[in-house]
């Protein structure tokens, strides 16, 4: 793990999470602007290097082309501000995101810290002042060919950058990014609430909306499986762009005033009472669908 005043550092296991400052005022880029083909690809050494107008792609992995995964970056930022977002800024990302695909565990331990051994990727932001110094992603090897936690990291980043400057609350940036992952990753998130809930030990949502840590593994699985139901349940409220501006509203005016402009639910307590009902009513199907033989949920 990475903190200071100036660096964020996500490795979902600790559930740090960055803030960027990027402007609300967005517009439409014409669709064939949304993928920036890469420009170059240079090899260096034994790694792939690949730029875009946004992206810096190393593959220190053999095979791996750092042009391919170049590729794959652009698309999925396009995707993800199109979702979360509403549309894609007009300007390229200034400074660049730079991705590392690592060569192997022990690099990826070097660049990542403390608990690389738990995640997949990690996502680091630094700032000065307002303004963004820097956007980086750490792969793993095992993630070579894989798109899954280069989605949840880069979802991350992308989801700073609607909050201008302000920390993106953690039920939202890892309920977002958790969204990212694979089918299979997501249905152990969902079957970790629904035991959650079945046993009485989900947080109070009061609780779920501002905690900062968790203090055992129990509570890590609960609080993502959790934190994933509370946004899928928004989202079906309406679009997910209205979840980050709900998140936005709640930060500058409160939960319960944000409730009311952004989805017409009066207060939180509402709003528990809405999504408990309907997390309940799809529990027991939820947990019967789900192999017993399937270890529970680790953090990316």
Same mark, same amino acid.
């Given at each position: 793990? &990475?903190?200071?005043?100036?660096?964020?550092?996500?490795?979902?296991?600790?559930?740090?999470?960055?803030?960027?400052?990027?402007?609300?005022?967005?517009?439409?880029?014409?669709?064939?602007?949304?993928?920036?083909?890469? &420009?170059?690809?240079?090899?260096?050494?034994?790694?792939?290097?690949? =730029?875009?107008?946004? /992206?810096?792609? &190393? $593959?220190?992995?053999?095979?791996?082309?750092?042009?391919?995964?170049?590729?794959?970056?652009?698309?999925?930022?396009?995707?993800?501000?199109? @979702?979360?977002?509403?549309?894609?800024?007009?300007?390229?990302?200034?400074?660049?995101?730079?991705?590392?695909?690592?060569?192997?565990?022990a690099s990826y331990a070097q660049a990542v810290g403390r608990g690389a051994a738990q995640t997949s990727g990690s996502s680091l932001i630094q700032f000065r002042g307002a303004q963004v110094a820097l956007r980086r992603i750490d792969l793993a090897p095992v993630t070579a060919g894989k798109t899954s936690a280069l989605a949840h990291e880069l979802t991350h980043v992308v989801v700073a950058d609607?909050?201008?400057?302000?920390?993106?609350?953690?039920?939202?940036?890892? *309920?977002?990014?958790?969204?990212?992952? $694979?089918?299979?990753?997501?249905? %152990?998130?969902? &079957?970790?609430?629904?035991?959650?809930?079945?046993?009485?030990?989900?947080?109070?949502?009061?609780?779920?909306?501002?905690?900062?840590?968790?203090?055992?593994?129990?509570? =890590?699985?609960? /609080?993502? *499986?959790?934190?994933? $139901? %509370?946004?899928? /349940?928004?989202?079906?409220?309406?679009?997910?762009?209205?979840?980050?501006?709900?998140?936005?509203?709640?930060?500058?005016?409160?939960?319960?005033?944000?409730?009311?402009?952004?989805?017409?639910?009066?207060?939180?307590?509402?709003?528990?009472?809405?999504?408990?009902?309907?997390?309940?009513?799809?529990?027991?199907?939820? @947990?019967a669908a789900t192999p017993a033989s399937l270890s529970q949920t680790a953090p990316e």
């Amino acid at each position: 793990m &990475r903190v200071s005043l100036l660096f964020l550092l996500f490795a979902t296991a600790d559930l740090l999470v960055a803030t960027v400052a990027q402007g609300d005022d967005r517009r439409s880029l014409p669709q064939s602007s949304r993928l920036t083909k890469p &420009r170059a690809v240079m090899p260096s050494g034994s790694a792939g290097v690949a =730029y875009s107008d946004n /992206f810096v792609v &190393r $593959s220190q992995q053999p095979g791996q082309s750092a042009s391919k995964l170049l590729e794959t970056c652009e698309q999925l930022r396009g995707e993800l501000q199109t @979702t979360w977002a509403g549309k894609v800024p007009p300007a390229p990302w200034r400074p660049r995101c730079e991705v590392v695909l690592h060569a192997n565990s022990a690099s990826y331990a070097q660049a990542v810290g403390r608990g690389a051994a738990q995640t997949s990727g990690s996502s680091l932001i630094q700032f000065r002042g307002a303004q963004v110094a820097l956007r980086r992603i750490d792969l793993a090897p095992v993630t070579a060919g894989k798109t899954s936690a280069l989605a949840h990291e880069l979802t991350h980043v992308v989801v700073a950058d609607c909050f201008q400057g302000r920390q993106p609350p953690k039920w939202l940036d890892e *309920g977002i990014a958790t969204r990212a992952d $694979s089918a299979e990753k997501q249905r %152990l998130h969902e &079957r970790d609430f629904h035991q959650a809930l079945n046993a009485g030990s989900t947080f109070a949502l009061a609780d779920l909306l501002t905690i900062d840590r968790c203090a055992t593994y129990d509570q =890590y699985a609960t /609080f993502y *499986g959790q934190s994933l $139901s %509370l946004v899928d /349940f928004l989202v079906r409220q309406g679009t997910p762009d209205r979840v980050v501006l709900f998140a936005n509203a709640a930060l500058r005016e409160g939960y319960d005033r944000a409730l009311q402009q952004v989805y017409g639910i009066d207060n939180l307590a509402q709003l528990d009472q809405l999504w408990r009902t309907q997390a309940l009513a799809a529990s027991t199907s939820a @947990t019967a669908a789900t192999p017993a033989s399937l270890s529970q949920t680790a953090p990316e």
